[in-house]
């Protein structure tokens, strides 16, 4: 007994030393593996806590069987969860939008992390700012199709990828893209991110131009030319079967309360988080 328990006592009972340090390294080994596995899948704590919050909330008396119910609804809706694509003319209203919805429901709702070629500033991480990436490796990329959408400014590339949506998904959001209508085609057509295309109107061209006026951040150049762009774009959006849903950004807290109930519908699950929220 005594001998066992000294031999015990270096917590490696019956091993030589050399085996003894040989299971302390693999045992190190292991646990940094676990650690670098855990950083690379942000998902997984998601999931997790996610879980723990709603055991605390509803106190099921089977724990076993709430799990098996709750992980069977939320991998379904993982597979499920299409982005959402809000689109419309430039002044219509989508950043606003989108803004709240984020500001009321930022536990549901995802913006994906989008590619740039410019150097990163002070304090902007890769994969948390931006995706920093150099002119080439961004070129083949767009070429292979990996991009639903890409702008040039300023001599950089900027653009989002269709991976960086569905990192958002695998982290358990929905993805809120606000892309233009080229971004849309592209998407609808190209891709298979399947997502729902939420058309945000103006009341009427009048109004639109109104709000691009007192926004108050463009140059006349430059407002006259997304005026004139507006028009094709409408035209686009309106035909039908180009988008899931219209939506009029008339009075702006009417607009949203529509634009949350065309959510509810797709997402019937979210029912729950939104409530827990309000
Ligand atoms: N329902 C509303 N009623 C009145 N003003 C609104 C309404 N919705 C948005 N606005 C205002 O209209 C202006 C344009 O809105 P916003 O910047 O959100 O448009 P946007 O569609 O995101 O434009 P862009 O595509 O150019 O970024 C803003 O000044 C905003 O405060």
New binding site residues.
Partial sequence: MNSARSKGSSGSAGLSFQQASELNSRKDLLKEEHVKYVEEHPELKHIMSDFLSQVLLIKPSNICAFARDYFASHMAQEDGARPVILC????????????RLFQDHSDVFGLSVSHTTRAPRDGEEDGVHYHFTDHETMQERIGRGEFIEFAHVHGNIYGTSEQAVRDVSAKGKICIL?IDIQGVRKVREASSLNPICIY?APPSFE?LEQ??R??G??AEEDLLR?LNNAREEMAWLEEPGNVDVKVI????DH?YGTLLDSLREWYPSLEKSMSLNN
């Fill in positions: 419309g003319p430039s002044g219509v209203g989508k950043g606003t939008l989108v803004k606000e945000i109004i709000r691009l007192d926004r951040t463009e997304r950004n008339d009075d702006l607009a």
